[in-house]
T-cell receptor
Framework: DADVTQTPRNRITKTGKRIMLECSQT?????MYWYRQDPGLGLRLIYY???????NKGEISDGYSVSRQAQAKFSLSLESAIPNQTALYFC??????????????FGPGTRLTVL | QKEVEQNSGPLSVPEGAIASLNCTYS??????FFWYRQYSGKSPELIMS????GDKEDGRFTAQLNKASQYVSLLIRDSQPSDSATYLC??????????????FGTGTRLTIIP
């Protein structure tokens, strides 16, 4: 079984709809991240969480919210989806090593299309 | 100036040759450097990490770091068609306050020609 899973893998929705993307991990890592990837723009951090009670904004958090339901689960919500949120979304996890994040491991991604 | 810059490519290399991928970064305080490989439509996977100046070898892959010149490179020896992918450079900075930031480059698309 995959260590980091994302659901759904593909989603097409309409402008204004609320969407939730879910991420689960069995790696036992405390730290979890949400990124989006757009052609020519690379991976950009949306939100990250270093433990269940810790949520932090990344560089492009506007229009998104997150929930860390448990150590193993980190969800990303688009409250009112808009077309420029069409992208490939990745969840990632990492351990803490000597106070900093170790290698990040990525989930398989969710391709989201907002019409 | 972008924080992490890579040539987008495509970089075409004959099978069996050495592929050389380069990355420059702007923050002199950067401490950790990573190379990820990403096949089309798939997730990034870590190839190499490097933390100190010099070379680090792992099989056919060698990462090279030069902090004075602010660049990190990845060499792939004996290139194989399966190496055709986009390679992402990532750079981590840890501030004096303990905040850390990992920044990805936009990636270099590598094509190995049989």
């Amino acid at each position: 079984d995959a260590d980091v899973t994302q659901t759904p893998r593909n989603r097409i929705t309409k402008t204004g709809k609320r969407i939730m993307l879910e991420c689960s991990q069995t790696k036992g890592h405390d730290r979890m991240y949400w990124y989006r990837q757009d052609p020519g723009l690379g991976l950009r951090l949306i939100y990250y969480s270093f433990d269940v009670k810790d949520i932090n904004k990344g560089e492009i958090s506007d229009g998104y919210s997150v929930s860390r339901q448990a150590q193993a689960k980190f969800s990303l919500s688009l409250e009112s989806a808009i077309p420029n949120q069409t992208a490939l979304y990745f969840c990632a996890t990492s351990e803490e090593l000597a106070g900093v994040s170790d290698t990040q491991y990525f989930g398989p991604g969710t391709r989201l299309t907002v019409l | 100036q972008k924080e992490v810059e890579q040539n987008s490519g495509p970089l075409s290399v004959p099978e069996g040759a050495i592929a050389s991928l380069n990355c420059t970064y702007s923050d002199r305080g950067s401490q950790s450097f990573f190379w990820y490989r990403q096949y089309s439509g798939k997730s990034p996977e870590l190839i190499m990490s490097i933390y100190s100046n010099g070379d680090k070898e792992d099989g056919r892959f060698t990462a090279q770091l030069n902090k004075a010149s602010q660049y990190v490179s990845l060499l792939i020896r004996d290139s194989q068609p399966s190496d055709s992918a986009t390679y992402l450079c990532a750079v981590r900075v840890i501030s004096n306050f303990g905040n850390e930031k990992l920044t990805f480059g936009t990636g270099t698309r590598l094509t190995i020609i049989p």
